[in-house]
């Protein structure tokens, strides 16, 4: 059954949501959520050079946007989370979150899954994919 939180200013993600997920004690998870953040750091796959290219943000956007999961990696909960963030001018950036701090507030809903799934590096795509699920 899935459940909605209240993430506060000042926290940090990914640790936030992942903190929601090690309370609930879920290890394979939908994950969604709108709000707001001050600071944000995006990833943009390069898949010709294998890379992620950063970008920074230090300014106010409403998230607008955020899906994504939480599997397992090398035994670990392993969030990979997307999301669409807008300015204050209407326009848009999105991308592969690499990090973000909340502000002023956040609200997640995660979704246990049925399954369980586990990732690892793939030297060919360059990306930590799933490879198995139970």
């Known amino acids: 059954m899935a459940k909605i939180y209240s993430l506060k200013a000042g926290v940090q993600l990914p640790e936030g949501i992942l903190d929601v997920a090690a309370r609930e004690g879920v290890n394979t998870v939908g994950v969604e959520a709108i709000g707001g953040v001050d600071r944000l750091k995006l990833a943009y796959f390069n898949h010709e050079s294998k890379k992620y290219e950063e970008h ?22 392993f969030l990979h989370i997307h999301g669409t963030f807008g300015r204050r001018d209407l326009s848009t950036v999105g991308g592969h979150i690499v990090s973000a701090r909340v502000m002023p507030l956040l609200e997640v809903i995660v979704s246990p899954t049925e399954n369980a799934a586990f990732r690892r590096f793939d030297e060919e795509t360059g990306l930590n994919v799933v490879y198995r699920t139970e």
């Not at 920074?56 to 909960?77: A, C, H, R, W, Y």
């Open 56 to 77: 920074e943000f230090q300014e106010f956007m409403e998230v607008t946007s955020m899906l994504g999961n939480i599997t397992s990696k090398d035994g670990k909960p």
